[in-house]
């Protein structure tokens, strides 16, 4: 690898550190963004100089999340890890998954907690209106997403 390559994963492992996760996932990321093939965990590991079982954890938390997708190959019982060609569209559905499981928490959390006094009525009501119209801009903008993917020359 270069200084260049290097300066890259380390940076997205701090990027993601910054918020909230595991340093090891934001380089394994830019790993997986830089590779030009998929890659098994034990190329991985050794890529980045951790263990396997660190690579293994993180790699199915990017593959939950939809930005790495495990593959395999016919006769090989080694699994495969590489970027999701659609990783931006499966971010922006798993976003949307996790906006409207939030409403559903709140809006049962109202229910129980009964009538509520009017500033704790409102930011019940700020909260769900915030996160429905969140969810309609990133649905018009996975569609988006989706719809210049399939144009040619749109990535």
Known sequence: MTDATDGFIEMMGRHFEEEGVARIAGRLF?????VERESTLDELAEA?????????SNARLLEEWG???RVTRPGDRRDFYRIAADMSE????????????????V????AELGELAEPAADRFDEVIRFNSMAIESLRGLGTEMARSRRRPGGG
């Open 30 to 34: 830019g790993l997986l963004m830089l």
């Open 48 to 56: 980045l100089k951790v263990s396997k079982g660190s690579v293994s």
């Open 67 to 69: 930005v790495a997708e």
């Open 90 to 105: 499966r971010l922006v559905n798993r976003q949307i998954e996790r906006m409207q499981l939030f409403i559903q928490r």
């Open 107 to 110: 809006n049962h959390s109202r």
